[in-house]
């Protein structure tokens, strides 16, 4: 089992950075992939930023050039450094550990999220 804990969601105004981190304890030696996903009213679950345990990382093109995803593998900690935020970046912000082999997901675990409300 893989448990976390997002913390780093705050009230901010358009132009303003966050770091939301994800911070994992249990048995992390199986997970490959640590993602972002992002919630709001009436839309799906979205990716938002994904690394790959060899440090990989990509992102939803809304966020491109803006977030960026790393991790602190000895603290087993991930990170979500958010700068020049718009409010639509407003949502619910939950981290993701799995294990994902040839597109097969067999592992799958999410925190309880973090709110980030950007204001106009």
């Known amino acids: 089992q893989v448990q976390l804990v997002e913390s780093g969601g705050d009230f901010v105004q358009a132009g303003g950075s966050l770091r939301l981190s994800c911070a994992a304890s249990?048995?992390?030696?199986?997970?490959?992939?640590m993602a972002w996903y992002r919630q709001t009213p009436g839309k799906q679950r979205e990716t938002v930023a994904q690394?790959?345990?060899?440090?990989?990382?990509s992102y939803d093109d809304s966020v491109k050039g803006r977030f960026t995803i790393s991790r602190d593998k000895a603290e087993n900690i991930v990170y979500l450094q958010m700068t020049s935020l718009k409010p639509e970046d407003t949502g619910i912000y939950y981290c993701?550990?799995?294990?994902?082999?040839?597109?097969?997901?067999?592992?799958?675990?999410w925190g309880k999220g973090t709110l980030v409300n950007v204001s106009a």
């Open positions: 993701n550990f799995g294990r994902v082999v040839l597109g097969s997901r067999s592992l799958d675990y």
């Open positions: 690394i790959t345990a060899g440090g990989i990382s």
């Open positions: 249990g048995e992390t030696s199986r997970i490959n992939l």
